[in-house]
């Protein structure tokens, strides 16, 4: 059953909290051997090239063996799905809306919210959401 998206409590988080879930990933990862940090496009960008600059890691243009692999969000599990098979790599993510099993995630939310980032465009995001929502299956 698809969800009813017009009720999603709108939530949005700060460049503080940008930093915290940053300096929680960093504690996490600062002595594992990475090759280097892959964020996916477009949400996980941000979280990359700041995790690459704090790791003294490259940013990578696909994901790789042994990477730390980026995203903004677990929500669906659509795209992280994708690379669940890549040896020696690990995923964090900054909010999941399921409780974390292969991956890692700073922060759990409900499944009844819409999360805002900091780069994001607020007057844009009940655009975005209904986008999101439509190209799922």
């Given at each position: 059953m698809k969800k009813d998206i017009h009720n999603l409590k709108m939530?949005?988080?700060s460049w503080i909290e940008f930093d915290e879930c940053i300096n929680s990933i960093y504690k996490q990862c600062k002595n594992k051997n990475f090759e280097g940090v892959y964020g996916f496009p477009r949400g996980g960008?941000?979280?990359a090239v700041a995790l690459s600059h704090s790791?003294?890691?490259?940013l990578l243009d696909e994901p790789?063996?042994?990477s730390l692999i980026i995203d903004d969000i677990y929500d669906t599990g659509y795209t992280l799905e994708k690379i669940k098979h890549i040896k020696g790599s690990e995923?964090?993510?900054w909010v999941s809306k399921k409780k974390p099993t292969w991956w890692n995630s700073y922060r759990y939310i409900?499944?009844?919210e819409w999360i805002i980032f900091p780069w994001e465009c607020i007057n844009a995001a009940k655009k975005d959401r209904d986008l999101?929502?439509?190209s799922r299956p």
């Open positions: 939530n949005k988080l960008l941000c979280l790791l003294e890691l490259p790789k063996n042994n995923t964090h993510v409900e499944d009844n999101y929502y439509k």
